[in-house]
């Protein structure tokens, strides 16, 4: 490694420009996340999680990212006592997610081993029950949640209140109920976080052994040796797998023709004497619907539930294939006995004490990382589908009240403003005369609406201030994919000159040319035509239906675990994730060649 | 009639009674999806048929009653005229056009007619106590039916040399059932070759397979005349770890007028990029994985890239021989000892995390 290289940054915060017309953005966002009101900021290696949050927050969305990676932090310093690592400090800057990884001061790591054996041993000895548990819990967390509503206040107090002596207006459910709401999704976020950091230490342990014993191994051959195979993470799209084929056994084909229109896709079913497809859908719903074609983090996301357009669209796209013939199930019986294969001849190489090694190292990682796949459907998806929903039931209550037009602007308060609105709200309601929101919110919706929109309109730094010469943080190079060469490739990355090569993980084997076609959101999934290559920011799980239409996936963030990565091993599809640009270079209709054994996209013509 | 010929890759049993050694080895190898060059056996059948049905036998065998076997000239005269019989007797009406169909079936799966061997391949080859080795004959870059058929009898006939009566007689090898089957083999035409190893060389590590390729026959890899195309693959995963692409500056082409390999230079647009496709390499590798899990022992295989055969059909396996320098040591590389066995997996775990 050359001085020079070792020599280069990323920009320091207080270098970046802000763009125009986004003066003042960091009052949208908690004092406490902004660079500048604490010391460090110039100093630290920051990265950007641009994985989970790849566009700008609006101010109530930061939620999601503040107890995401608080609670992540808690169980390495507090819970499970890591010993090289504790939490990853977070900020906030121009609307992006930045991160830093906590070490543990080398000194003081001997002392936190037999309080992290005590412990994280626990829970791997226990693991099967104590994962029960945390089924029944998460689960009552959502059932409290979606037990809680916010209705607007009636013009007087029913008589029967007067009768009984309650003695109370009902606002105060309006205000307990949010403060529940807040409260239920914290309570959710820290479950998430119980098994998730074991669940990747103990991969982390045996991809470590593999890599020793196995020098160069390709990182998917660990990852398909541990991956579960019939993952809940692919439930909801197998759901409509089976409400496809039931269409097709019992004839209802035509009855799709307009999906967009949900009640009269429906009566089209039942009247085409479809009363036991009817059925069937409404069962797969709960809790199968609970999945949103983004990631869950951001209030704009749509979920299955509310927006049955999206899953009628898969099911008659599936019902399409079927017709042609296509075989439309996942193999699972094949990828089994692939993975079986995979481990089989690995295992094989290996003899005495270093074969006991890798049955007891991968034992682990294959019974503490399908948490890692599956957790991700009742956080992420199924509590915040849930939140969400609530959170526009309480916007709703504002609209009416005049506070503002949209249900979604109430994005643009933070979570503690629209505490202090509920209680605008009801004084008004109370006393008798106007509240003050309706005059004072929908322009400063306004403004703050200019503000994150001149954020987005700029992709966020990669990466802040000087990297470290190494980095060796175990969970920042599991969990993001930052490693020393992906930092030293984004520095690398605006010299380079090539323009047709475009690199990044080796996420999914195999090599395909095809089209590609560039999606910037899940509304544009649509566009996407049979045999294409999908190239995107990052994709979700529950776009699963496209990845039985297309040849490939890139990506530009995301590391082996990313979803994308995951689905395409999955499908047996070529990815190659974390390319950082492939979006912004590629653009649709170009003929590429994604190289998913080394993690290579050429842009073959224009 | 239909045990006369044998093609290589009919799926036939790999008998080595009807087949000798060398044609069951090549049936059977092609059959664990180690193609060899495509080919087929005259059988011992069609031996059999040929000195028994034109009344040959007989005669050769009264020929060997007279010999006296302290007699060299009178061993010398016996087998001329031995092999002169075989040479230039007709075979049997029901033999006729049984050969001359087989090669021209063997051609019909080229573009043009291609040179081929004939090699002998005795039943008694692989006996440690009475080898044949190096008593019968091959005969390299025969074009046409003449010339083929012609090679073949001398194969038959090279049963009777005077070495080979010889041989029986001082080993007390029997002459009643003595039968010969005849290999007649496409010559390689080699676009690229080289050769392949189940393991890494470099240290040893099993999981990994090395595949050293160059353009035009693998003999310049081989003697290290060239700087090859040097990939190491995951042998489980058959994906690349690591590449060299070499600068290969110069090839051997077979030259079948003279029947020699002939040397010439590479041009530029050849010389540094890769000499296989991916699909070749993923062959190549996959072809040596199973000729180590045939043969149950790392193996040092010859392959090439044959450019007369379709594209997918024209991996050849020319040899494939146990590898030797690390196949000695224990199966894998051991693992660094954790020296903590306190309790569970915590401790290796833990030593992971903090660096052992």
Redesign the interface.
């Known amino acids: 490694m050359t001085i020079e290289q070792t020599m280069k940054s990323f920009p320091k915060p207080s270098q970046i420009e802000v763009p125009e017309g986004a003066e003042g953005w960091e009052e949208l966002y908690p004092y406490n996340l902004v660079f500048g009101n604490a010391p460090g900021a110039d100093e630290k290696f920051w990265f950007c999680d641009s994985q989970h949050w790849p566009t700008v927050f609006k101010p109530f969305e930061t939620i999601g990212g503040e107890f995401a990676v608080k609670c992540l932090g808690q169980y390495n310093t507090r819970h499970l006592l890591?010993?090289?690592?504790n939490g990853i400090e977070f900020k906030i800057h121009l609307g992006y997610l930045y991160m830093s990884p906590v070490a543990v001061p080398q000194e003081e790591?001997p002392a936190r081993?037999p309080e992290?054996?005590r412990r994280?041993?626990h829970y791997?000895?226990n693991w099967d029950s104590l994962l029960e548990a945390w089924h029944s819990k998460v689960r009552a967390t959502i059932d409290e949640m979606e037990e809680l509503h916010f209705t607007a206040l009636p013009d007087a107090v029913p008589f029967d209140d007067i009768v009984s002596g309650k003695a109370m207006d009902g606002s105060q459910t309006l205000m307990e109920n949010y403060d529940r709401l807040i409260a239920l999704l914290y309570r959710n976020w820290q479950y998430h976080f119980e098994f998730l950091n074991l669940g990747y230490?103990?991969y982390?342990?045996f991809f470590?052994?593999c890599k020793?014993?196995?020098?160069?191994?390709?990182d998917?051959?660990v990852a398909k040796m541990v991956q579960g195979v019939d993952m809940e993470l692919f439930r909801p799209d197998d759901e409509l797998k089976r409400l496809a084929v039931k269409a097709v056994q019992l004839g209802l084909q035509s009855a799709f023709e307009n999906p967009d229109d949900v009640e009269g896709t429906l009566r089209a079913v039942r009247s085409a004497g479809g009363e036991e497809w009817v059925a069937a859908y409404e069962a797969a719903q709960d809790p199968w619907f609970n999945f949103t074609v983004g990631n869950g983090f951001y209030g704009h996301d749509k979920y299955w539930m509310e927006h049955q357009e999206i899953p009628l669209g898969y099911i008659k796209d599936y019902i399409r294939r079927l017709d042609e013939g296509q075989e439309i199930m996942r193999p699972i019986e094949q990828l089994t006995a692939e993975k079986e294969r995979?481990v089989e001849?690995?295992r094989d190489?290996?003899?005495?004490?270093?074969r006991e090694?890798f049955d007891?190292?991968r034992g682990?990682a294959a019974t503490a990382y399908p948490y890692v796949e599956n957790h991700n459907f009742y956080i992420e998806h199924w509590t915040m589908g849930v939140f969400w929903r609530k959170v526009r039931e309480l916007a709703r209550v504002f609209v009416g009240a005049g506070f503002w037009a949209d249900p979604a602007d109430m994005l643009y308060l933070n979570r503690n403003e629209v505490r202090d609105a509920i209680f605008d709200l009801v004084t008004g309601w109370a006393v008798g005369a106007e509240s003050t929101g309706p005059h004072y919110w929908p322009a400063e919706i306004e403004r703050r609406r200019r503000i994150i929109d001149a954020l987005s309109a700029r992709r966020p730094q990669p990466a802040l201030n000087t990297p470290p010469a190494e980095i060796t943080e175990?969970f920042t190079m599991m969990l993001y994919g930052i490693t020393t060469e992906q930092v030293q490739q984004w520095l690398a990355g605006d010299e380079s000159g090539d323009d047709t090569t475009i690199t990044g993980m080796?996420a999914s084997?195999g090599?395909v040319e095809g089209i590609a076609r560039v999606i910037s959101s899940a509304d544009q999934l649509g566009e996407v035509q049979e045999g294409e290559i999908l190239v995107a920011t990052i994709t979700a799980p529950s776009w699963g239906p496209i990845f039985g239409r297309i040849k490939a996936t890139v990506t530009d963030i995301g590391g082996m675990m990313s979803h994308a990565a995951i689905v395409c091993r999955e499908y047996g599809l070529p990815a190659v994730t974390g390319t950082g640009s492939a979006s912004t270079t590629i653009r649709t209709g170009q003929r590429i060649r994604v190289d998913g054994?080394?993690g290579r996209v050429d842009i073959l013509e224009s | 009639m239909s045990d006369f010929i044998v093609f290589f890759d009919s799926g036939h049993e790999p008998s080595l009674e009807l087949l000798g050694g060398k044609c069951a080895s090549l049936v059977s190898m092609t059959s664990a999806g180690m193609p060899v060059p495509p080919g087929f056996a005259v059988t011992t059948a069609a031996f059999d048929h040929f000195v028994n049905g034109s009344g040959l036998r007989g005669e050769i065998r009264a020929r060997l009653a007279e010999i006296d076997p302290t007699d060299v000239r009178c061993v010398d005269r016996v087998s001329a005229q031995i092999r002169h019989a075989i040479e230039s007797r007709e075979v049997p009406a029901d033999m006729h056009g049984v050969l001359r169909t087989a090669y021209e079936q063997l051609m019909s799966r080229f573009a043009d007619v291609v040179p081929v061997a004939v090699r002998s391949s005795a039943t008694a080859e692989d006996l440690p106590d009475a080898s044949f080795a190096g008593q019968q004959d091959t005969y390299l870059w025969l074009t046409g039916y003449a010339a083929v058929s012609e090679h073949v009898r001398r194969c038959w006939a090279s049963l009777y040399t005077s070495r080979a009566i010889t041989y029986r007689l001082r080993n007390g090898i029997p002459e009643e059932d003595l039968s010969m089957a005849v290999a007649v083999q496409k010559m390689v035409n080699a676009r690229a070759a080289g050769v392949a190893m189940t393991l890494d060389p470099s240290?040893g590590?099993?999981?990994?397979i090395v595949v050293d390729a160059s353009w035009g026959v693998g003999e310049m890899v081989v003697s290290g005349q060239v700087t090859p195309d040097n990939v190491?693959l995951?042998?489980?995963?058959l994906?690349?770890?690591?590449e060299h692409v070499g600068d290969k500056h110069a090839e051997l082409v077979p030259d079948p007028a003279s029947g020699r390999l002939a040397e010439r230079e590479v041009e530029p647009e050849r010389r540094t990029v890769r000499c296989l496709t991916?699909q070749e390499l993923h062959a190549v590798a996959a072809m040596a994985k199973r000729a180590e899990k045939h043969y149950g022992t790392p193996q040092d295989i010859e392959w090439a890239i044959d450019a007369d055969l379709p594209e997918g059909d024209n991996l050849l396996l020319l040899q494939s021989r146990p590898e030797t320098v690390h196949s000695a040591s224990?199966?894998?590389?051991?693992?660094?000892?954790?020296t903590r066995t306190?309790?569970?997996?915590?401790?290796?775990?833990?030593s992971?995390?903090?660096?052992r």
């Open positions: 890591i010993p090289p690592a790591i081993v992290f054996e994280a041993g791997f000895q230490l103990a982390l342990d470590g052994f020793e014993v196995f020098p160069g191994i390709p998917q051959a995979i001849e690995y190489l290996l003899q005495g004490e270093a090694q007891a190292k682990l175990p080796a084997p090599v054994n080394a | 240290n590590d099993r999981s990994k190491l995951d042998k489980v995963m994906t690349v770890v690591r991916d224990p199966a894998a590389t051991t693992p660094p000892t954790i306190t309790g569970f997996f915590m401790a290796g775990l833990t992971s995390l903090t660096g």
